[in-house]
């Protein structure tokens, strides 16, 4: 195993990113490539659990492999790459599958949020947390930095290596942490600020993408639900709209929530509104600038192979002692094309 930290995350392919997945997940990507050694997946495997247009999957794929180096991914210090190029992670996954329990995974509140209860849901959807943990346990990974909706699935993650170590030894698998930032690590939907910002959400109001111009950021971003009382404090409880704006204000800012409290001491929504769509305008320009400069280039189809290759290295590795610890395989060491 590493000595140095190993940091794994990964996102679906699935629509734009918004500015939830940046402020809680890919500003961390982007600060532990000092740290670790870090490993970035674009979840494709993960995005099939309902059904997808394979030419728009691609599209996806690329569209977010783009976006990871345009938020300041350097694919020469991080591995960034396909999921489904990975074999290991659907190998592990069976492994994993047989050390969860089916009641463990119907208490996953992000499945009985996508099922309720419907006889017909893809068991993918049931087994989304499992492929999960295999993901980030074929890295070794030490740190996961994610945004706090995916804290149920690091538990799980987490419980089953604990389980697979208490019965087939310590050396088994890593035991991550997860990673989650003060603010930023929940950002909620503008038009509703109770409900999650997310790139399923029907309306467009709901979210800000990454790739959105500055007249629809605008437009979100002052239409959002405030309350009436034009007090600009942060309680979540009773002012959950003013709140959610002073955490995406902060995370963009690097200012403190109190520090931007005081500085609009007195003001109402209106100058806090105003001010918060040029502070990430500042931020998502030059984010669709370098977009805009990769999403089509072959250098980015290089970034992925190499990516692949990469993070097969250390796939294989893991899968051959994991295989061991379960006395899995019989014939790896029989050169390839024999018997034929
Ligand atoms: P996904 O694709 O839904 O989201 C990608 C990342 O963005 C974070 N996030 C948010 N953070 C703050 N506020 C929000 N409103 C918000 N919405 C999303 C997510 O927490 C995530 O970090 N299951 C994962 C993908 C995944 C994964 C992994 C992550 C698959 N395998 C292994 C880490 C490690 C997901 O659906 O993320």
Redesign the pocket.
């Known amino acids: 195993m590493t000595m140095k930290t190993r940091v ?7 629509g734009n ?10 500003t961390q990507f982007v600060d532990l490539q000092n740290e670790g050694e870090c490993v970035y ?1 674009i ?1 494709d495997m ?1 995005a099939i659990t309902l059904p997808k247009e394979p030419d728009e999957l691609r599209d996806h794929v690329l569209d977010v492999a783009a976006l990871y180096i345009a938020v300041g991914i350097d694919p020469k210090k991080s591995i960034v790459f396909v ?1 489904s190029d990975v074999p290991g992670h659907a190998e592990l996954a069976w492994i994993l599958t047989c050390q969860s329990y089916t009641g463990e995974l119907s208490r996953m509140t ?1 499945f009985k949020d996508k099922s309720r209860g419907n006889e017909s849901a893809p068991a993918g959807l049931f087994m ?2 499992v ?3 295999a ?2 346990l074929l890295y070794d ?1 030490d740190v ?7 804290k149920q ?2 538990e799980l ?1 987490r419980d089953l290596a604990i389980r697979v170590n208490n019965r087939l030894g310590e050396d088994t698998f890593v035991v991550p942490e997860g990673r989650f930032l003060k603010e ?6 503008l038009d509703d600020p109770t409900a ?4 399923s959400a029907e309306s467009e109001m709901s ?1 800000i993408s990454l790739l959105d111009d500055e007249a629809k950021i605008k437009k979100a971003i002052m239409r959002s639900t405030t309350d009436s009382d034009g007090e600009i404090r942060y309680d979540i409880e009773n002012k959950p709209g003013v709140s959610n704006l002073l955490s995406i204000y902060s995370a963009f800012s690097g200012r403190s929530i109190p520090e931007i409290e005081r500085a609009y001491e007195g003001q109402g929504y209106g100058s806090l509104k105003k001010d918060l769509v040029e502070v990430a305008v500042d931020q998502i320009r030059p984010i669709q600038a370098r977009y805009a400069e990769i999403r089509h280039s072959e250098a980015l189809t290089r970034v992925l192979a190499d990516g692949a290759e990469r993070a097969g290295v250390i796939a294989e590795a893991t899968m051959r002692r994991v295989k061991d610890k379960f006395g899995l395989g019989g014939g790896a060491s029989v050169p390839s094309g024999a018997g034929r």
Do not use: E, W
Request: charged share 15%.
């Open positions: 794994f995350s990964g996102v679906q392919p699935t990113l918004h500015i939830g997945n940046y402020l809680g997940a890919l997946c979840v993960h999921q992000q989304y947390p492929l999960m943990a993901d980030i990974a996961v930095p994610v945004g706090r909706d995916q699935h690091i993650t930023g690590a929940r950002i909620m939907a999650k910002m997310s790139k979210r």
